[in-house]
């Protein structure tokens, strides 16, 4: 069984910054896609960033102001917030696509943290 588990949440001001971390254990044979979502009161869930092989994708919303980086070697995932404004202030989720393997068997799945909350306001 594979697990995300995300930290760095928290309260913070506008313009300030957060680090998100996100930590994959398991048995885990490679991960193709990390990620990070986000779901605001009222609004979609939607695609913050991610980074894979081929490259990085931002939301328009954070080009400039955020960053991802993962880590292969440790399986885990970061997404440095700086220049926060209200407009952030969601539950932050990370997401991988995994390959493990369990007892004899070798299974693809995607995984989701638990959700980490982040507040910007004065």
């Known amino acids: 069984q594979v697990q995300l588990v995300e930290s760095g949440g928290g309260l913070v001001q506008p313009g300030g910054s957060l680090r998100l971390s996100c930590s994959a254990s398991?048995?885990?044979?490679?991960?193709?896609?990390m990620g990070w979502y986000r779901q605001a009161p009222g609004k979609q869930h939607e695609l913050v960033a991610d980074?894979?092989?081929?490259?990085?994708n931002y939301a328009d919303s954070v080009k400039g102001r955020f960053t991802i980086s993962r880590d292969d070697a440790k399986n885990t995932e970061n997404l440095q917030m700086n220049s926060l404004n209200p407009h952030d202030t969601a539950v932050y989720y990370c997401?991988?696509?995994?390959?493990?393997?369990?007892?004899?068997?070798?299974?693809?799945?995607?995984?989701w943290g638990q959700g980490t909350q982040i507040t910007v306001s004065s």
């Open positions: 398991g048995t885990i044979l490679s991960i193709r896609t």
């Open positions: 997401n991988a696509d995994v390959r493990s393997k369990q007892g004899y068997v070798i299974r693809d799945n995607e995984c």
């Open positions: 980074i894979a092989g081929g490259g990085i």
